[in-house]
Nanobody
């Protein structure tokens, strides 16, 4: 019955790669205009990593992720991805996917938290 479900997390050495996946039902995926990845490290507030407009497949990234992470969506399989390369210990966090119906997808954490649909999260741990 879960509408969003993350997978692909794990433990890697610094410099390694992981690809996170977020499976969504067809109804959820196609009824929302925005999908995003967030992360939250212990003692830190939840922050957006990247978001994407489903109609354009245009990704937007936080400075911390720019150049290393790539967000994409497979509409046929109703799956959102986050390819993470050149991982750093500071990337260690619980990663969540979220979906939002909105005109704009850059509203940030508050808008997704208030109006969005969230997955349960997948843990990413990067060691030195």
């Amino acid at each position: 019955q879960e509408q969003l479900m993350e997978s692909g997390g794990g433990s890697v050495q610094a410099g390694g790669s992981l690809r996170l996946s977020c499976e969504a039902s067809s109804v959820t995926l196609y009824s929302t205009l925005c999908m995003a990845w967030f992360r939250q490290a212990p003692g830190r507030t939840r922050e957006e990593v990247a978001h994407i407009y489903r109609q354009q497949n245009m990704g937007f990234y936080a400075d911390s992720a720019k150049g290393r992470f790539t967000i994409s969506k497979d509409t046929a399989k109703t799956t959102l991805y986050l390819q993470m390369d050149t991982l750093k210990p500071e990337d260690t966090a619980m990663y969540y996917c979220a979906a939002l119906r909105a005109v704009y997808c850059d509203g940030g954490t508050w808008y997704y938290s208030t109006f969005g649909i969230w997955g349960q999260g997948t843990q990413v741990t990067v060691s030195s």
